[in-house]
């Protein structure tokens, strides 16, 4: 636990989140109440969901982000996982690319790789050069139409923003692979 200011205005705009289990995918298991996903393999039994995703093992987060600023942690487990978000519309049922974090016009997200990084937002993805750290830092400036990603150690290294003109409220979203888990942090505010 830790705190954080994002701006140099000293704007706190954490925003906590919460795993929304009605959406997650029957391999994925979530823990410590909801702030964590694990791909372990075992299918849990999860009732049927039109929510629920059916072929790509993700998961999206209950708290509709929209006409605001937010920012949000996780730290990173294994060897490959995505980090994103997406509008409600995103496709939950089939293997499609409009089904998949990043794979369409509905979602963006920063993939982890063997301690390398790439961005995807509509299937073109972008391979980027930074020093690894498990935990990554995301800042949604909703009005604006900004979305970056940070590798956050001991100082914050911005590793993308994307620009563009959000339409929808959006929500945060993981893609894992086995073994490989996501953890949302819990930041407090800082007394300046």
Sequence with gaps: ERCYIIDKGGMQYFCPL?????????????????KKVTYEGTKAKYPDHPDRFDYWFQVLCR??????RCYWEVECSGDFMMIGVAYKGLSRKGEGSECSLGNNNKS???????SQYSLCHNNQWTVISAPYSPRIGVYLDWPAGSLSFYS?????????????SFTEPLYTGFWLDLHSSVTI???TSCDH
């Design 152 to 164: 956050v150690s001991h100082t914050m290294t911005l590793l993308h923003r994307f620009n563009t």
């Design 63 to 68: 708290e509709a982000l929209t006409g605001t």
């Design 108 to 114: 963006w997200c920063l993939q982890c790789s063997h």
């Design 18 to 34: 919460t795993l929304d289990i009605n959406t997650a995918h029957r391999d994925l298991r979530l823990s410590e109440g909801n």
């Design 185 to 187: 942090s819990h930041l």
